[in-house]
């Protein structure tokens, strides 16, 4: 995905180049200058040449930003997929916790009958005596 970005860039930093390079020639060929002595021309072709500089270091900065940006996505993908894991680990604590409380209740329900058996076991006993 980077690869791309940076080819795309590369391909608009040269069809840049060659624009201000057909526009100088134009330049060249058909102004001339208006006092004869190309002053005009040169400032233009030098402005030209600065604003190409300025716009490389702005294409560079942009694919630095690109850059950085995908290495956080690659980050934020990562953290997702340990969420992911902790959740699934979490889930199955929690499915064998219910499962203890079931058999907890289980466990109780058959305390409390065996509680009742003999407190009628007792009374039973104590109307025969």
């Known amino acids: 995905m980077n690869e791309e970005k940076q080819t795309r860039y ?5 069809i840049s180049f060659a624009l201000i390079a057909v526009l100088i020639i134009f330049f060249e ?3 001339g200058g208006t006092s004869g002595n190309n002053n ?8 030209i040449a600065d604003d190409n500089k300025q716009t490389g270091k702005s294409v560079d900065r942009a694919i630095e930003h690109v850059g950085t940006a995908a290495d956080e996505l690659e980050r934020a993908e990562e ?10 680990e979490d889930k199955e604590r929690a499915n064998a916790c219910a499962g203890i409380i079931v058999e907890l209740q289980k466990n109780n329900s058959r305390a409390k009958q065996i509680l009742a058996d003999v407190e009628l076991s007792n009374k039973t006993r104590k109307v025969q005596k």
């Open 10 to 14: 590369s391909k608009y930093l040269i």
């Open 29 to 31: 060929l058909f102004c």
């Open 40 to 47: 005009d021309v040169q400032g233009t072709v030098q402005r």
């Open 79 to 88: 953290a997702n997929r340990r969420a992911a894991f902790i959740l699934s």
